[in-house]
């Protein structure tokens, strides 16, 4: 009866756990300065009226997207030229009834203009001799184009750009993040850029004209699941209070106080509340910030949360990696015809990119955060633990497998107490080869809401704060050396186990 009640304890816990889910208001955002600056404004106005978990960095627009479809989130800030032809995939831009009509086909609606136009546009650094216009690039070979690999693919960027001023240089793909660095060391001659962003001014580049309307109005909205407005009706009455409110001048600043100045996104936003206070919102609490140092900023109060996430993430991936990957070893071993299919195909997986396998897994599991992320980690893990298991097998003696034999143990016997034991100390090193590229490759997580140091990266990315990205990737680094040597101590003791095994009569 005990272990009966503890059963429905459990269950009880998990249904609460899953209804307290279901009452939560969960806002999404991209991965740039603007959408963390409009996500947490989102987050701040809708608390006083439900429970909000606020999902930052989400990555492109595709894994957002997905999110939002699977639902995951409820609502995030959204671009009306994004909506339309990347999202819908129309080749012209069309009217906003057509999109509403569309979306709810999809159980999506588009409400709520904030009030500003954030327009794509290329810049460069200004110059007697720099261009003005667009037009003025066509015939410019010796340019080097560094764009950001969303805009190289969006069907609303690089490709249509190009056809309409007949463009034929070729771009290369740089993080968004880190294109001003670029165009300021003159590695690159042209990026694309937000016309929101602070950092036009602050380095003095050069908009060049659209001058044959190519890019469409980016007005921003919010994208959001149709129910959430009747789940969440106070909350969204209150962030419906912002619609047209938000300047482009506003914008601007709150992009600056978060780049240049050096101020946390929910400080930027509970600032531009407190300057435009809505009716019946509550003042906000955020905490006044300064841009630390890198010292502060590796072991503030995130750290113990972020490393905890990031070895869950870790000792789970590789957990199943090895169920998964061992078996399989031996399989490939045993069976020669199969051995390459099995190698091959383990070796196919580790080949496919980290954030499209990352967009293809949200849809399939109807979910962001921990699930996706563990399930890419468990594939980029296999390919070592199988190829080490099946060398480590196929290299016990033949002499020793027929002294096995003789003894009358039969094959699983044998595997398990000669093969394996004889194998081990080379699957063990496949093991701490899978570990420690998990320790690295764990920082996608916080692509799609899994935390993990990834989150630190990521924020770094957004604002060009080398010190948030060193921050992210030194504890990861840390971790990484320190997996290596539990791994090489628990090798060397397998090892010499190994050699009085072989060595005993």
């Known amino acids: 009866m005990a272990a009966v ?11 609460a756990g899953a209804a307290a889910a279901a009452d939560t208001l969960h806002i999404g955002s991209k991965r740039f300065t603007e959408s963390y600056i409009l996500g947490e404004m989102l987050a701040q106005v809708a608390a006083p009226h439900a429970r909000v978990e606020h999902l930052q960095g989400l990555g492109n627009t595709a894994i957002v997207l997905a999110a939002l479809q699977a639902g995951r989130i409820d609502v995030y800030p959204e671009y009306v030229g994004t909506i339309d032809l990347e999202i819908l995939k129309h080749q012209q831009p069309t009217s906003m009834e057509r999109m509403r009509k569309e979306l709810a086909a999809m159980g999506l609606g588009v409400a709520v203009p904030l009030g500003f136009n954030n327009t794509y546009a290329l810049a460069m650094r200004g110059g007697a001799d720099a261009p003005h216009k667009l037009s003025e690039l066509a015939g410019r070979g010796q340019l080097r184009f560094g764009l950001s690999h969303e805009f190289i693919g969006r069907a609303d960027g690089w490709q249509g750009l190009a056809a309409r001023y007949g463009l034929t240089q070729r771009p290369e793909g740089l993080d968004h993040g880190l294109a001003y660095d670029a165009l300021k060391a003159r590695q690159v001659d042209v990026i694309d850029i937000y016309s929101t962003e602070p950092r036009i001014a602050q380095y003095g580049l050069r908009v060049l004209e659209d001058d044959r309307g190519y890019f469409p109005r980016y007005d921003a909205v919010l994208l959001y699941r149709l129910d959430a407005a009747q789940r969440f009706p106070a909350a969204w009455k209150a962030i419906s209070q912002l619609e047209g409110r938000i300047s482009e001048a506003d914008m601007i600043a709150m992009n ?12 930027v936003a509970a600032d531009w509340l407190a300057a435009h206070p809505l009716s019946g919102a509550a003042a906000s609490t955020a905490p006044a910030t300064r841009r630390d140092g890198l010292l502060a900023k590796v072991f503030d109060d995130n750290l113990w949360r972020l490393t905890r996430q990031h070895l869950t993430l870790v000792l789970v991936a590789v957990g199943f990696a090895c169920l998964i990957g061992v078996p399989l070893g031996i399989l490939a071993a045993a069976l020669p015809r199969l051995r390459q299919l099995v190698l091959g195909l383990t070796g196919m997986l580790q080949t496919v990119p980290s954030l499209a396998l990352l967009a293809l897994l949200i849809p399939l599991l109807g979910t962001i955060g921990t699930a996706p992320a563990l399930v890419a980690l468990v594939v980029y893990a296999l390919l070592p633990i199988v190829r080490n298991t099946c060398t480590g097998l196929l290299q016990v003696r033949k002499g020793l497998k027929l002294a096995a034999q003789a ?3 039969r094959p699983m016997q044998r595997l398990l107490h000669v093969d394996l034991p004889l194998a081990l100390p080379v699957i063990l090193a496949g093991v701490k080869t899978a570990a420690v590229m998990s320790v690295g490759t764990a920082t996608i997580a916080a692509f799609i809401g899994a935390g993990g140091y990834g989150e630190r990266i990521t924020i770094g990315l957004a604002l060009n704060d080398n010190d948030m990205l060193l921050a992210g990737a030194i504890p990861a680094a840390v971790l990484a050396l320190l997996t290596q040597g539990l791994f090489e101590l628990l090798e060397r003791t397998v090892t010499n186990r190994y050699h009085l095994y072989v060595k005993s009569p």
């Open 407 to 409: 003894l009358g143990l």
């Open 256 to 267: 600056a106080a978060a780049e240049i100045d050096g101020k946390s996104f929910a400080r």
């Open 5 to 15: 009640r503890r059963w429905v304890a459990g269950v009880l816990m998990l249904c």
